[in-house]
């Protein structure tokens, strides 16, 4: 059964940054694949960064690019997102998720496991 809970959401000032964890269980060898994404109020979910845990193959939404980082600690199980230079457009609910199979995708219908989601707060 895999889980993943999101942790480091929180209030920071615009340009400030901040770095999301998230603590997994039950991911094997099929599901290598995680990414970050996030959901404003009255928004749908989008997509934020996206890596393949083996090869560290990385991809990001432009939104993001330069500053956003995703990575990860396979030996402790934990995906990380460090945000720097945050503006107030990146408010939202960030979740992180996985799915199976070799590819990154930014359509969150391919990622099956979802975590339960962390507030992230940039006041201009």
């Known amino acids: 059964q895999v889980q993943l809970l999101e942790s480091g959401g929180g209030l920071v000032q615009d340009g400030g940054s901040l770095t999301l964890s998230c603590t997994s269980s039950g991911l094997t060898d099929s599901t290598p694949v995680m990414g970050w994404f996030r959901q404003a109020p009255g928004k749908e979910r989008e997509f934020a960064a996206a890596?393949?845990?083996?090869?560290?193959?990385?991809d990001y939404a432009n939104s993001v690019k330069g500053r956003f980082t995703i990575s990860t600690d396979n030996a402790k199980n934990i995906l990380y997102l460090r945000m720097n230079n945050l503006k107030p457009d990146d408010t939202a609910v960030y979740y992180c998720a996985a799915r199976a199979g070799q590819l990154l995708f930014s359509d969150p219908s391919r990622y099956t496991f979802w975590g339960l989601g962390t507030q992230v707060t940039v006041s201009a």
């Open positions: 890596i393949h845990r083996n090869s560290g193959r990385t």
